[in-house]
């Protein structure tokens, strides 16, 4: 039920190098500056904390691996110099936020502050410092290369078509079946099913006040099954990795009290507050899922029946019906054509639907009307059911993409290329005019750029 923020959190744990390597050369190993670009430099210990994480990830290291992770390192100091010479700016509120974000999943993954700066051998002060300004030196980087990839442009479609045509096919993407469809949606009675749970959580609320146990209930009929099997219990975490309704509820409570019902996009909860130490809580939870009744499906079946039986019979088009009845307001102003929310576009990818839309459209042809079936909207929670009837309007065969039927496909693709040659041509330019000293150590490297040794 969190709602995690940024990458995963072992990735997390080493997304600044940079502090794991200060450990290792603490220890009285000597350091020394392996490479200057212009005013920026490369220590041994940034280098072996970088290969440490290969190492760790089970890569085979040798001295071609360092040779490789060094020029990656040089790239990334000539744009950060080149972005600080361009008096590029860094917006703190962003860096914060990321900031924060990554340190609520570190303290979620290792428990407490302690933990993490014992996990560090630093200071939280000193290491939030460090990763501040590692997240100022990325944003920059990041701006720089953002600013010489859009320099490059976008391909013409004379480009996108000479690109084509000199690519080799088997360099050309797969494009996966892909299906255009339209939907008629009815919802359920959501109030009388959000009344049910609601009623529910509060008869277990009672029976807490008078002496059952909070853990006990959320074993037998929490819908979180994650925490239901420790009683309701999340463990420690940061407020940040939970919806705001919720993390704004579990806070307000002192330990062991009870909250009222939390709405949340989960459903509804109830909260038992376990311990709260900064920003960081533990807590219980029963989570209840709206459920809705044999008798809203079936009232809801028996309208798409109905409106299928008129279409079928050429009485209405599926147009017009899912303008008039579809309650799916997006869908229903272009007659059901569904649409990706994201992108607008109107070819979906199995991958892409549903796995009931998938299900029923996956033995129909061009122009089928499937019967009535259960789904879920487009947040995909369980308790977001909605009825509906498909309209596979169109199938698109699985291909090698093609000039004519896949033109974003492959502009994409001329564009990256674009980009990547922008990319080169910036480092080969600043390779001539920025002041570049490489250590003795690695002047031997067979780099894959020249120009990094003068």
């Known amino acids: 039920m969190r709602r995690i923020l940024g990458s995963a959190l072992v990735a997390l744990l080493f997304f600044m190098p940079a502090t794991l390597n200060a450990q290792r050369y603490e220890n009285g190993l000597a350091d020394k500056t392996i490479v200057l670009i212009g005013n920026?430099?490369?220590?041994?210990?940034?280098l072996e904390g970088e290969i440490q994480i290969i190492a760790a990830e089970g890569r085979g290291v040798d001295r071609n691996t360092r040779c490789q992770v060094l020029e990656n390192m040089m790239a990334h100091k000539l744009f950060l110099n080149q972005a600080k010479l361009d008096s590029l700016t860094v917006s703190e509120d962003n860096v914060e936020m990321e900031?924060?974000?990554?340190?609520?999943?570190?303290?979620?993954?290792?428990?407490?502050?302690?933990?993490?700066e014992k996990q560090f051998k630093k200071p939280m002060y000193k290491l939030k410092e460090e990763w501040r300004d590692a997240l100022r030196e990325q944003s920059l980087v990041q701006q720089k290369q953002q600013e010489v990839m859009q320099a490059a442009g976008s391909?013409?479609?004379?480009?996108?078509?000479?690109?084509?045509q000199e690519t080799d096919e088997s360099d050309l993407p797969i494009i996966s079946t892909q299906y255009k469809l339209s939907q008629i949606v009815l919802y359920p009675d959501q109030e009388a099913a959000k009344v049910s749970v609601k009623e529910k959580l509060l008869d277990f609320r009672n029976r807490i006040l008078k002496g059952e146990k909070f853990s006990t209930l959320a074993t037998?009929?929490?819908?979180?099954?994650?925490?239901?099997?420790?009683g309701g219990e999340l463990g420690m975490a940061s407020k940040n990795l939970f919806w705001p309704q919720f993390s704004d509820a579990a806070m307000?409570?002192?330990?062991?009290?009870?909250s009222q019902i939390v709405e949340t996009p989960d459903g509804f909860h109830l909260i038992q507050m376990i311990k709260k130490e900064g920003d960081m809580f533990n807590a219980r939870h029963i989570l209840l899922k709206?459920?809705?009744?044999?008798?809203?499906?079936?009232?809801?079946?028996?309208?798409?029946?109905?409106?299928?039986?008129?279409?079928?019979?050429?009485?209405?088009?599926?147009?017009?019906?899912?303008?008039?009845?579809?309650?799916?307001l997006k869908s229903a102003v272009s007659g059901g054509?569904?649409?990706?929310?994201?992108?607008?576009?109107?070819?979906?990818e199995k991958d892409q639907l549903k796995p009931a839309d998938y299900a029923m459209i996956n033995e129909m042809k061009e122009g089928d009307i499937s019967e009535p079936f259960e789904s879920l909207d487009d947040e995909g929670r369980s308790g977001n059911v909605i009825y509906k009837i498909l309209k596979l309007e169109k199938i698109i065969p699985s291909h090698t993409a093609t000039y004519e039927s896949d033109f974003d496909t492959v502009q994409k693709i001329a564009n990256r290329k674009r980009q990547m040659e922008s990319i080169d041509k910036f480092i080969k330019e600043k390779q001539k005019v920025t002041y570049i000293k490489i250590d003795d150590l690695f002047k031997q490297c067979n780099f894959e750029r020249e120009g990094w040794v003068k």
Not at 252 to 258: D, P, R, V
Not at 292 to 306: I, N
Not at 337 to 348: E, K, Q, V, Y
């Open 290 to 328: 709206p459920k809705y009744t044999s008798e809203d499906r079936l009232k809801a079946f028996k309208e798409l029946d109905s409106l299928k039986t008129l279409i079928m019979a050429d009485s209405m088009s599926f147009q017009i019906a899912a303008l008039a009845n579809s309650q799916d």
């Open 252 to 258: 307000a409570l002192k330990e062991g009290q009870i």
């Open 40 to 46: 920026e430099a490369i220590l041994l210990s940034q």
């Open 155 to 164: 391909a013409t479609p004379a480009e996108v078509l000479k690109f084509f």
């Open 99 to 116: 900031l924060q974000q990554r340190m609520s999943s570190i303290l979620t993954s290792l428990g407490s502050e302690s933990a993490v």
């Open 337 to 348: 054509l569904m649409a990706d929310p994201n992108t607008g576009a109107s070819l979906f």
């Open 220 to 230: 037998l009929y929490s819908e979180d099954p994650g925490s239901a099997i420790r």
